[in-house]
């Protein structure tokens, strides 16, 4: 599978881990349609990348918004006649809480919904609007690859921390539909693969606090740094391009592995 003069739909695309993979495969000549709740961020990168890129506003955890930004982009590929070769749901939420608080009262079921509607469902509604979409292109020789599908799972999945239940329930589900998609996909000449990053620089991680952030520093192996965007966006390049790569979660962590408290 080669990037040059393919499409490839990044949701979350307009920050953190999308954006960094977002620049690294237009620069390797693919196209890049970017979906994203922030608008003024969006059309940000799009004025910052030019050529090749275009922006569909998109709230994930709603199945009408999500249909409306696919049609949008699908007709944007028509012009630019560059067939879709992956889709990079990197959307995603934490909503930190235990199931049950200190007053015994259980947490509010939206709070729940919130973290799995953007995680999983729209992961899911996202894949399955684009995949006709990617079916009928004409596959890639010698292989016959059509395309490959690069979910993010989470070092949750794994090792999930207290207060993580719907976080670590919706990036398990990732981890554990990976291998069923490509399987699903196979007759297609599509693959699916998931990255399970742990602690990166992003949007999500931002908003820990100074405390929270120097406990999860105490448990790196190597590199002693959190994950870097590049890296992620390397992650993804590597998977486009290597067609042996499938069916998989892949952990993206320096051996991090996280102890049940902090």
Same mark, same amino acid.
């Given at each position: 599978?080669?990037?040059?003069?393919?499409?490839?739909?990044? /949701?979350?695309?307009?920050?953190?881990?999308?954006?960094?993979?977002?620049? $690294? #495969?237009? /620069?390797?000549?693919?196209?890049?349609?970017? @979906?994203?709740?922030?608008?003024?961020?969006?059309?940000?990168?799009?004025? *910052?990348? %030019?050529?090749?890129?275009?922006?569909?506003?998109?709230?994930?955890?709603?199945?009408?918004? &999500?249909?409306?930004?696919?049609?949008?982009?699908?007709?944007?590929?028509?012009?630019?006649?560059?067939?879709?070769?992956?889709?990079?749901?990197? =959307?995603?939420?934490?909503?930190? +809480?235990?199931?049950?608080?200190?007053?015994?009262?259980?947490?509010?079921?939206?709070?729940? *919904?919130?973290?799995?509607?953007?995680?999983?469902? %729209?992961?899911?509604?996202?894949?399955?609007?684009? @995949?006709?979409?990617?079916?009928?292109?004409?596959? &890639? !020789?010698?292989?016959? *690859?059509?395309?490959?599908?690069?979910?993010?799972?989470?070092?949750?999945?794994?090792?999930? !921390?207290?207060? !993580?239940?719907?976080?670590?329930? /919706?990036?398990?589900?990732?981890?554990?539909?990976?291998?069923?998609?490509?399987? $699903?996909?196979? !007759?297609?000449?599509?693959?699916?693969?998931?990255? =399970?990053?742990?602690?990166? *620089?992003?949007?999500?991680?931002?908003?820990?606090?100074?405390?929270?952030?120097?406990? #999860?520093? +105490?448990?790196?192996?190597?590199?002693?740094?959190? %994950?870097?965007?590049?890296?992620?966006?390397?992650?993804?390049?590597?998977?486009?391009?290597?067609?042996?790569?499938?069916?998989?979660?892949?952990?993206?962590?320096?051996?991090?592995?996280?102890? /049940?408290? @902090?």
């Amino acid at each position: 599978m080669h990037i040059k003069d393919r499409t490839f739909v990044i /949701s979350g695309g307009a920050s953190g881990l999308g954006l960094a993979t977002v620049r $690294d #495969l237009h /620069s390797h000549g693919g196209y890049v349609a970017i @979906l994203d709740l922030n608008v003024d961020n969006g059309n940000a990168v799009v004025k *910052e990348l %030019g050529d090749r890129t275009a922006f569909f506003e998109v709230d994930i955890s709603s199945p009408p918004s &999500t249909a409306t930004a696919v049609a949008s982009l699908v007709k944007w590929i028509e012009k630019t006649g560059k067939p879709i070769a992956g889709v990079i749901p990197a =959307a995603g939420v934490g909503f930190p +809480g235990k199931l049950i608080d200190r007053h015994n009262e259980p947490i509010p079921l939206e709070n729940l *919904e919130l973290v799995i509607n953007i995680n999983l469902r %729209g992961v899911l509604d996202l894949i399955r609007l684009c @995949l006709p979409h990617m079916t009928t292109t004409a596959p &890639t !020789q010698p292989d016959g *690859e059509r395309g490959v599908i690069i979910m993010v799972s989470s070092s949750a999945a794994y090792d999930g !921390q207290p207060g !993580q239940a719907a976080y670590a329930a /919706s990036k398990g589900a990732v981890r554990s539909m990976t291998l069923v998609l490509a399987r $699903d996909l196979a !007759q297609y000449g599509i693959r699916a693969v998931s990255i =399970a990053p742990s602690y990166f *620089e992003s949007g999500m991680t931002a908003a820990m606090s100074g405390k929270v952030r120097k406990s #999860l520093e +105490g448990v790196f192996e190597f590199p002693k740094r959190p %994950g870097h965007g590049s890296d992620f966006a390397k992650m993804v390049r590597h998977i486009v391009e290597n067609p042996m790569l499938n069916g998989e979660c892949i952990r993206l962590d320096g051996a991090t592995r996280m102890p /049940s408290r @902090l």
